[in-house]
């Protein structure tokens, strides 16, 4: 191997003497600029569970007024409580014994006595079951009821306006709806549109009589079924039909307008559909991704007052982070190993996202309030080198690495007060495994070890403004490249004699 600085150039070849000139010349000009405003979002708390299990939900098991989480849909008798914390934290897993597997749960109601009572479905088992806490954390059987087909999912509603829950009961196995109230410890089901069946509701007055009506994925028709619910008189309405696969609706505020919107996942991407003043539903936005998005969260992540998106990719372990858009997202891509679930978590104390994996794994990702003395930052992707380019008052560092999935460097902007505010991402054409970056000007360079090619680039900065790229080939494979204070080139090449 040999180390060739400049001063060297007589043993170069001739297209090596353009690594001395390069700065002075006129390089390629293309349009890369992509800036994600992070706003600090990327602080991450990684909580341990037990691990097999698919799904997990927010309650206050202990009537403190914090979010507790609970997790379950393992097919075994047990569930997992982590009791959240003053300080926005989570306390260790807690696994408790339990009659029945849990494929969901949420709350229904508060007892005349002040106690919490939820709803849970056993799928396997065909039932559901009103249960609530006792003292030590467990979960006390108040009633069940039987069905003949497989219950998966609940959503809790106010069906006829009177301040009281009813719940609806559904699934992909399961024949139409359920409607159950509760009378006490009892409770009472009504079936409905059992000719159907329905992956997925969301709530929504369409009709706007001030009583909530239903939309729901019709899985034998692949649409959108519109239920309207007179006092709890359900009638099937129109549907809106797609070509591609649904796997989930929801009500969302995703323009500046006074009408919901409803958001829908389907294999290859998220649909918009824009509701008007009669929710006809004509106008929307469509995000293509590559994947089949399962689960999928809309709201302001960051707090900086735009609608962000993250959705997961479970084939791919990832999850896909797009903020501050409307007519494209910048996206960061997380990996996070056997992800099954995605929720997100709003109240007074956190804005925070809640991932699951089936490997014991919760992660939190959130926007950072205040730095401690030490805290873990996720920069996403597949990052393989790290880099700090540190500014002369500390107002403008910047972390810069490499993004093995992406085939990008991204640079992470932070301020004098340490918040990271944006990250901007050079996208390489060539595949690139290591970089190097000049500490006074923009200028950045990719390679692939063992390779020749070296791809440079200015940094661009600004919205619209043009990215300044060249092309260099070395006379042997690439070992390590530096660029040092004065911008020259420094490689160590292996040559075909070792």
């Not at 399961?174 to 109230?181: E, K, P, V, W």
């Amino acid at each position: 191997m040999k180390l060739l600085l400049k001063e060297e150039n007589k043993d170069l070849p001739n297209e090596n003497l353009i690594v001395k000139t390069f700065c002075l010349l006129l390089l390629l000009s293309i349009n890369l600029f992509s800036q994600t405003i992070l706003n600090n979002f990327g602080v991450t708390e990684v909580i341990n569970t037990y691990p097999g299990n698919s799904k997990f939900s927010f309650i206050d098991f202990n009537q403190d007024g914090i979010d507790d989480i609970i997790v379950f849909g393992n097919q075994e008798k047990n569930f997992v409580l982590h009791q959240g914390l003053p300080d926005s934290t989570f306390a260790p897993a807690e696994k408790k014994f339990f009659f029945f597997p849990i494929d969901d749960f949420k709350w229904l109601t508060t007892s005349n006595n002040g106690s919490n009572y939820y709803l849970f479905v056993s799928r396997n088992k065909r039932l559901a079951g009103l249960v609530s806490f006792t003292s030590n954390s467990s979960l006390q059987l108040l009633f069940k009821t039987e069905f003949n087909s497989y219950p998966q999912s609940i959503d809790i509603i106010d069906l006829n306006g009177d301040m009281k829950n009813e719940a609806i009961i559904y699934g992909p196995n399961f024949n139409g709806l359920a409607i159950i109230q509760n009378n006490g410890y009892r409770l009472k089901v009504k079936n409905i549109l059992e000719q159907n069946v329905f992956r997925e509701i969301t709530q929504l007055d369409f009709n706007q009589d001030g009583i909530d009506d239903l939309v729901a994925i019709d899985i034998m028709n692949n649409s959108l079924k519109f239920i309207e619910n007179f006092s709890e008189d359900f009638v099937e309405g129109r549907e809106i039909s797609f070509d591609a696969q649904l796997s989930s609706v929801k009500k969302i505020f995703f323009d500046d307008d006074e009408f919901a919107d409803l958001a829908v996942a389907k294999e290859g991407g998220i649909e918009i559909l824009l509701g008007d003043s009669v929710y006809s539903f004509t106008e929307n936005y469509v995000y293509n991704f590559n994947f089949f998005p399962e689960s999928f969260e809309f709201d302001d992540f960051n707090n900086n007052g735009s609608k962000d998106i993250a959705l997961i990719n479970k084939i791919g372990n990832e999850i896909i982070v797009g903020l501050n858009g409307k007519d494209s997202y910048n996206s960061i891509l997380y990996h996070f190993d056997g992800i099954v679930d995605l929720k997100y978590l709003k109240n007074a104390n956190i804005n925070a996202l809640l991932l699951l994996s089936k490997k014991g794994k919760i992660e939190k990702l959130n926007k950072q309030k205040k730095w401690n003395r030490s805290f873990t930052y996720s920069i996403g992707g597949k990052p393989n080198k790290i880099g700090i380019k540190r500014s002369i008052d500390g107002s403008d560092d910047k972390i810069l690495f490499t993004d093995l999935k992406e085939n990008d460097i991204s640079i992470l902007y932070k301020n004098k007060k340490g918040d990271f505010t944006r990250i901007i991402k050079e996208k390489f054409i060539n595949p690139i495994t290591d970089f190097s970056f000049s500490r006074k000007t923009n200028l950045i360079a990719g390679y692939s070890v063992n390779n020749r090619l070296i791809e440079i680039r200015a940094i661009v900065t600004k919205q619209k403004a043009n990215a300044n790229q060249n092309f260099i080939y070395t006379a042997y494979p690439i070992e390590k490249l530096l660029i040092d204070s004065t911008d020259s080139f420094y490689t160590l090449l292996k040559s075909k004699t070792n």
